[in-house]
């Protein structure tokens, strides 16, 4: 089922005019309501009548995380703050968050583009939607929460953690769609075959998760031990929180809901716009936001996009997977590393299981990666001679594919630290990084 045919299914002239219409207006409400705007406009002599078309965008400053912080709290909103419902943050694991605002109309498109999301993993009003992203700051619980309301599922809140309760729930209600980040997926996979249960046992027939980067091996893993299957969704809180994109059934991209966010691809070094299919740094600006819209955000997410149309019938730009982020990047002996290439490679090696860490040192003055992942409970059980191959197979592929020797260890079966919420799988042990 497709939730808003009109919009999703919009022939693509038209999605630009409307595009344009919309970006139009939300520039005009930058420079008039937001001095930070006000400014940026006037350093360009840049009027929001300039605004002639699409690629006019291009001539327009980029906003990053530094502008949002440097306006902490809430010094970018474009409203008054009486008009702002609901506050999130971002999850920045460093320094000061990055605060944004709903109003009331900011919380219906929220809501509208989950149920989109949910729809294109093939939710129905007759789905059990169990939710365990976490609640509060994090945009995950909530926005999935008035998202899968919205569609007329029933909802179970749990937010994140709690393991044994959460396959209690979703046994014995039936859960039908696990929302949830994929790292969260496999420890509550994990922890099902402790309490001896089976994915029989359980109705799922549908995840959707993201938050974080994520193979296809991962998917495959997952798939097959919750029985379900797997959609992406991606979505950052500077735009609205989850909800910017979302996997069809078709798979392998995903709709970007681009009435109402405008992506772009650029060049991370240069910043200059790169044409579709070509891989970059995502940027997105909020066409239809009151209270928080951002103008060019830089995500440094990679990703390409792509403009043919999807055999589900929906028109929407489709971006790929997000293979890393600029900042998690790991330069390794002058080699750009990136964790999904090593998460990649360890998925194609028999007896491994998804979960892995990657740490960071420096011997003398050369940079020293080790591959830290956790063996299936029957190779570990193996011989050392069997656990050696599988050794040298993980070190040879990564070498392979990265140009560069890692240590591989090999770790029993549970003994690295199991997520809730984003899985945290670099450690970077190096000074003066
Ligand atoms: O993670 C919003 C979200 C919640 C998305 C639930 C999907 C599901 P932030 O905490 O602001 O918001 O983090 C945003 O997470 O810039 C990406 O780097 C990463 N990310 C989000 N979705 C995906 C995904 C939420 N599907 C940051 N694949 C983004 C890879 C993702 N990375």
Redesign the pocket.
């Known amino acids: 089922m497709i939730w808003d045919p009109y919009y999703e299914c919009m022939d693509l002239e038209q999605r630009r005019e409307l595009q344009l219409r919309r970006l139009r207006d939300m520039v005009a409400r930058l420079a008039v309501n937001v001095p930070y705007y006000t400014q940026a406009f006037a350093e360009i002599d840049f009027q929001p009548a300039d605004l002639r078309s699409l690629d006019d965008m291009a001539r327009l400053p980029f906003v990053d995380k530094h502008a949002l912080r440097d306006n902490y709290p809430l010094g970018l909103l474009a409203v008054p703050e009486s008009e702002v419902v609901r506050i999130h943050a971002?999850?920045g694991t460093t320094g000061q968050p990055i605060i944004v605002g709903y109003t009331a109309e900011d919380i219906n498109t929220w809501s509208e583009t989950i149920a989109r999301t949910l729809c294109c993993s093939g939710g129905t009003r007759h789905d059990i939607l169990q939710i365990a992203?976490g609640y509060g700051l994090?945009?995950?619980g909530l926005?999935?929460h008035y998202g899968g309301e919205r569609l007329g599922c029933m909802v179970i809140p749990m937010s994140a953690g709690n393991t044994a309760k959460q396959l209690m729930m979703m046994r014995d209600l039936k859960t039908t769609i696990l929302a949830c980040?994929p790292s969260y997926a496999l420890t509550l996979a994990d922890a099902m075959a402790e309490e001896g249960m089976t994915k029989e046992d359980l109705s799922l027939r549908s995840g959707?998760?993201?938050?974080?980067?994520?193979s296809e091996s991962a998917r495959q893993a997952v798939e097959e031990m919750l029985g379900l299957s797997a959609h992406?969704?991606?979505?950052?809180?500077?735009i609205i929180?989850?909800g910017?994109s979302a996997e069809c059934e078709v798979k392998g991209t995903?709709h970007v809901f681009d009435d109402h966010f405008y992506p772009e691809i650029i060049n991370p070094v240069t910043g200059e716009s790169l044409p579709a299919g070509e891989k970059g740094e995502l940027v997105f600006t909020s066409m239809t936001k009151r209270a928080f819209p951002v103008l060019r955000f830089r995500?440094?997410?990679l990703s390409a996009l792509h403009y043919e149309p999807c055999a589900c019938g929906r028109t929407h730009v489709r971006m790929e997977?997000?293979t890393g982020?600029t900042d998690d990047m790991l330069i390794i002996r002058g080699v750009n590393v990136f964790p999904s290439q090593i998460e990649e490679v360890l998925g194609q090696v028999e007896g491994v299981a998804p979960h892995y860490q990657l740490v960071l040192t420096r011997e003398g003055r050369l940079d020293a990666l080790e591959v830290r992942v956790e063996v299936s409970p029957e190779i570990f059980s193996d011989t050392v001679r069997g656990l050696e191959d599988v050794q040298q197979e993980i070190a040879d592929r990564l070498h392979h594919v990265l140009g560069i020797r890692a240590k591989v260890t090999l770790v029993e079966p549970k003994s690295i630290e199991r997520s809730v919420g984003?899985a945290k799988r670099i450690i970077d042990l190096r000074e003066g990084k």
């Open positions: 971002s999850s992203y994090f945009t995950g926005g999935l980040t959707v998760f993201g938050a974080e980067v994520w992406d969704i991606y979505g950052l809180t500077e929180g989850p910017v995903m995500t440094r997410d997977r997000i982020r984003k």
